[in-house]
């Protein structure tokens, strides 16, 4: 069992708590807050499901399983972060102070969310909400980065149509991602372009 301490404390939602994985810095342990955890539970199934049809999706931290915890069932995802150890930055910092885009990623804010555009609607990851806080932009290296999706993974829905068929997830994230850049034009009206409404 491994004991889960304040000091190893990340961050809180509205239905889970993340705490750092001892003694590996690129792994964190997600336990939830509330009895009826239907974030944990619909990211999980949709987990299950693409493991059984062979897909990896690279916007998707790496799963690694269950733990044991003195605060219950806990499960250990990627701890997203730089090539220089750092955590990596939600979207939403660079939305707020486009000159970190040049200064970090080496490109500009218009590109970045083209490339969001572009990486979304190939890789169809299911979400259930499309915030720029739960989107981090990894730094891969100098000169390249990777978008994550972190929060919102999957869907309630009773029967998942989207997540065995590729017809109904391609639906779903051009459905998804004009949520998105309607959001995007009203949150940062200066980041928004007609490139970005999916044609």
């Known amino acids: 069992m491994i004991e889960l301490t304040d000091d190893m404390f ?25 009895e009826k955890n239907t974030d944990m539970e619909k990211e999980l199934q949709y987990r299950k499901v693409l493991e059984k049809k062979g897909q990896h999706k690279t916007m998707l931290p790496e799963y690694y399983g269950s733990v044991p915890t003195n605060l219950g069932e806990g499960h ?14 939600e979207l939403d910092e660079y939305l707020k102070c486009p000159e970190l885009a040049q200064q970090l990623l080496h490109t500009d804010v218009q590109s970045l969310l083209l490339e969001f555009k572009k990486e979304f609607l190939k890789e169809m990851v299911v ?3 499309t915030e720029t806080y739960n989107v981090l932009v990894q730094r891969q290296s100098e000169n ?12 309630p829905c009773k029967v998942p149509l989207a997540f065995w068929f590729d017809y109904f997830a391609k639906k779903r994230a051009e459905r998804y991602w004009t ?12 980041h928004y372009s007609k490139a970005l409404i999916v044609k």
């Open 127 to 129: 979400v259930s909400n």
């Open 10 to 34: 990340i961050s809180k939602g509205t239905q889970k708590a993340v705490y750092a994985y001892p003694g590996d810095s690129t792994k964190c342990i997600k336990v939830k807050i509330i």
């Open 144 to 155: 390249g980065y990777r978008l994550c999706i972190i929060d919102n993974i999957g869907t």
């Open 179 to 190: 949520r998105f850049i309607e959001e995007l034009r009203r949150k940062y009206p200066c």
């Open 76 to 89: 250990i995802f990627e701890l997203v972060r730089d090539f220089d150890g750092q955590r990596s930055r």
